[in-house]
């Protein structure tokens, strides 16, 4: 590979020199035209151009600049009248760029001695009229920008290139046959994307198809871009943002880059100078397009290729905030890509939140859904010193805050039951934010007041588990016991015959507390009692339930009851009989 690499080298190199030496023997001989087998071959390994100051016919290359360091770049025209495209593409920083027609040498004079002229001489000549080429096009931005001429003249045209605010990397295609290779894909007559319907968190754009699927059969996909930033005008530009940590890395050690030839020597400025004996080169930036979405590591931004459809639902999205959306037709065969007129966008905000009313000494109940947050409001009538907030979780643990006046008095985790203090103070207004759970929907009853007497919900233990004697289980009979407090407080025990295979996740979904002994039948109920202990390790009970069937499985449930009638459930505990006594 090594060995074709240099020969093509070497072949591109002659082909240079011959047209400077045939135009100094005969400036009208026919110079032969592309030679379409080195031109495939071209095209299939880019690489070999990747350090070269000569540019292949039809072929995009990707190269980098340092800042304030011009390079230059050489492509032969071998015909007049020959139609000229140049595209330049800017990856992640404004270019300054011009385009020159080298002048070519004149034949020797000699003085008239028909001797050729000594090469000395030559390379100063020409390194005047090198200086003196007819400029053609100039240009200073970051917009992807063509030179474009229907008859250009025979020639070396130089294109020179230089980056004034950073290290960059860019694209440069040139040829001579625009009209039949059209690498590009083609933008509709009206190039713009139009957002057509805007949600909190979706965004669905549309935009009109590329002629180059319909007319000229090419494959055609669209890779859509969404950030927060700014348009991109370029895909070579996003992927210089994608890769924003790996775009600068190592370059190989001078002397092994490529240079097909010395330009001085032929009278040819070269920019093979002190820069290029940098240790640390800008790297350029291959497309990685994908069918997947691709997420930078520290950029807010995504590339989704969604093939040749073209309407698109970007979904995900954070409310009320400004979205720029671009949209590439990338040509799948070459790579290569156009970019349609972007647009942005900002997603709706969240739908409000209404704030609920507390009513002093009022129990309120309150549904979460999952991640959701609801507001609450308290504003007692009258002058107090403190409040007191009683919340029961009826479910999984929520994030409970209170502000009074907006300032912060209370932000927490909690579960079961719990009562809060709060400091008072006249004419204030407390917000309670509630915020439900990751795993599921949550439930809560909360009452506030500023007269408390008797708490409306019944204290608990800390552990409100239900305990089963194994020992003491029978074929008709189970013992269990559980804690209580220093409070006296109303229990009551039920049992539910379920099936054998009954799981803990049917027993999970039958856990909510704040289902009270009403929603239960007669036929479930064991005993009810009343039960309290001064002295806390001493506050346990246990019961005896009968009449159970062999080898069955019961649900067991406590609920207490309070001076309000509010009650709390334990945790439901599934136990089985023996099969045989």
Request: charged content about 25%.
């Amino acid at each position: 590979m090594q060995m074709i690499a240099s020969r093509m080298m070497f072949a591109i190199s002659w082909m240079v020199i011959s047209l400077v030496l045939l135009a100094t023997n005969s400036r009208t001989q026919k110079l032969p035209t592309r030679d379409e087998e080195l031109f495939q071959m071209q095209l299939r390994d880019k690489s070999l151009f990747h350090d070269s100051s000569i540019i292949p016919d039809g072929a995009e290359i990707s190269s980098y600049l340092f800042r304030d360091a011009p390079k230059r770049y050489y492509f032969v025209v071998e015909e007049d009248n020959t139609p000229l495209s140049i595209t330049i593409t800017p990856c992640d920083a404004p270019l300054e760029w011009k385009l020159t027609l080298q002048e070519l040498p004149e034949e020797s004079s000699g003085e008239g001695s028909g001797e050729p002229e000594p090469l000395e001489q030559q390379k100063q000549r020409q390194q005047v009229l090198n200086e003196l080429g007819t400029d053609l096009y100039s240009y200073k931005g970051n917009d992807v920008e063509s030179y474009l001429a229907s008859n250009s003249p025979s020639g070396l045209y130089r294109l020179e290139l230089i980056s004034t605010e950073k290290d960059t990397n860019f694209k440069v295609y040139a040829t001579t046959t625009p009209d039949s290779d059209q690498p590009y894909p083609e933008l509709p007559y009206d190039p713009r994307v139009d957002v057509t319907s805007l949600g909190r968190t979706t965004v669905t754009l549309a935009w009109k198809p590329s002629p180059t699927i319909s007319q000229l059969r090419q494959p055609v996909q669209y890779c859509v871009i969404i950030n927060k930033e700014h348009n991109f005008k370029s895909l070579c530009a996003v992927e210089a943002k994608l890769n924003a940590d790996d775009a600068f890395m190592t370059a190989p050690k001078p002397g092994l880059d490529f240079s097909p030839f010395d330009f001085a020597y032929f009278g040819f400025t070269s920019d093979h100078g002190p820069h290029r004996e940098r240790k640390n080169r800008a790297k350029p930036v291959a497309p990685r397009l994908s069918l997947h979405t691709t997420r930078a590591r520290k950029v807010d931004l995504q590339q989704i290729c969604i093939g040749n459809k073209n309407i698109f639902t970007v979904s995900g999205l954070k409310p009320d905030t400004q979205y720029y959306f671009d949209i590439f037709a990338v040509n799948t065969n070459l790579n290569m890509s156009t970019a349609y007129v972007g647009t942005f966008a900002k997603t709706k905000e969240e739908a409000k939140q209404k704030t609920l009313e507390l009513k002093d000494g009022k129990v309120t109940d309150v549904f979460i859904k999952r991640k959701g947050v609801k507001f609450l409001r308290f504003s007692p009538v009258s002058s107090h010193q403190k409040v007191m907030l009683y919340v029961h979780s009826c479910l999984d643990a929520v994030q409970i805050q209170v502000r009074r006046d907006g300032k912060l008095l209370l932000s927490q985790n909690m579960e079961g039951v719990r009562q809060f203090q709060l400091r008072g103070k006249p004419k204030a207004k407390y917000l309670i934010r509630l915020k439900g759970s990751k795993r599921g929907a949550s439930m809560l009853k909360i009452l506030a007041t500023n007269r408390p007497n008797k708490q409306p919900f019944p204290s608990l233990p800390e552990d409100t588990r239900i305990k089963v004697f194994d020992k003491l289980r029978t074929c008709s009979s189970v013992t269990v016991a559980w804690l209580g407090t220093q409070d006296r407080n109303k229990f009551c025990v039920y049992r539910k015959l379920v099936e054998n295979n009954y799981s803990e996740e049917q027993k999970k979904r039958e856990q909510n507390q704040c289902i009270g002994p009403d929603t239960r039948k007669k036929s479930e109920k064991v005993v009810c009692k009343y039960f309290h202990s001064h002295i806390l390790q001493k506050a346990v009970t246990t019961e005896t339930i009968r009449g159970l069937q062999p080898g069955k499985s019961y649900l067991l449930d406590v609920y207490v009851i309070g001076h309000g009638g509010h009650s709390v459930k334990y945790q439901s505990k599934l136990v089985k009989t023996r099969r045989s006594c």
